[in-house]
């Protein structure tokens, strides 16, 4: 899987955007990148994932460059309950092939 | 729908006690994991299974054992533990299918003095 690199952490007021980037010059063409985020205590909880186009569901949208080498999530109105450690994970899509989470970027949502 | 529940949710041992932590799936998946996670680090795989009856090594699988039951349960086993082994543990299923996310329990926090 390809390494990916985020920033530790991150300060979003509350109302705005979030936007999350994301490094993985390394990306192969056939590997996905994923979201996850880990509120305090919880386990992770699947956010979005991705190949090539920009993909959006009800929690966030994800946006992939062209050349595919980063990637941003964007949470378009970040609440309190959206403060979290957020991953970014780049992997085949094999069925039963393992995740490798890093050490992700820990956003906190200011009122 | 429970989804991946993990016993206990909490526990303490002395150094050199064993113990097994145990995870069940209703969600009829194939592929388990058990990760385990340090304070102010990202999650780090032990072992997983993709089908019942096989198991694989992942990042860190030293003093550890795993059992796959069954298709429904996953256990992790500490044959003699110490205190670096103190972390919260997660348990993890991931469906069929190519997109099929993972879903993980609400962890065991486990102190070992």
């Known amino acids: 899987d390809a390494k990916t690199t985020q920033p530790t952490s991150m300060d979003c007021a509350e109302g705005r955007a979030a936007n999350l980037p994301c490094n993985h010059s390394?990306?192969?063409?056939?590997?996905?990148v994923y979201w996850y985020r880990q509120i305090h205590s919880q386990g992770p909880q699947y956010i979005i994932h991705?190949?090539?186009n920009n993909e959006t569901n009800e929690m966030a949208s994800l946006i992939i460059t062209e050349d595919r080498k980063s990637s941003t999530l964007i949470l378009p109105h970040a609440t309190l309950r959206d403060t979290a450690v957020y991953y970014c994970?780049?992997?085949?899509?094999?069925?039963?092939?393992?995740?490798?989470f890093g050490e992700g970027t820990q956003l906190t949502v200011n009122p | 729908n429970a989804g991946v529940t993990q016993t206990p949710k909490f526990q303490v041992l002395k150094t050199g006690q064993s113990m097994t932590l145990q995870c069940a799936q209703d969600m009829n998946h194939n592929s388990m994991y058990w990760y385990r996670q340090d304070p102010g680090m990202g999650l780090r795989l032990i072992y997983y299974?993709?089908?019942?009856?096989?198991?694989d090594k992942g990042e860190v699988p030293n003093g550890y054992n795993v059992s796959r039951l069954n298709k429904r349960e996953f256990s992790l086993r500490l044959e003699s533990a110490a205190p670096s082994q103190t972390s919260v543990y997660f348990c993890?299923?991931?469906?069929?299918?190519?997109?099929?996310?993972?879903?993980f329990g609400n962890g065991t926090r486990l102190t070992v003095t």
């Open positions: 991705g190949l090539k």
């Open positions: 993890a299923s991931k469906g069929e299918g190519a997109f099929s996310p993972l879903h």
């Open positions: 994970i780049v992997r085949v899509e094999t069925s039963g092939s393992r995740l490798t």
């Open positions: 299974s993709a089908s019942e009856g096989t198991t």
């Open positions: 390394t990306i192969s063409g056939n590997e996905y």
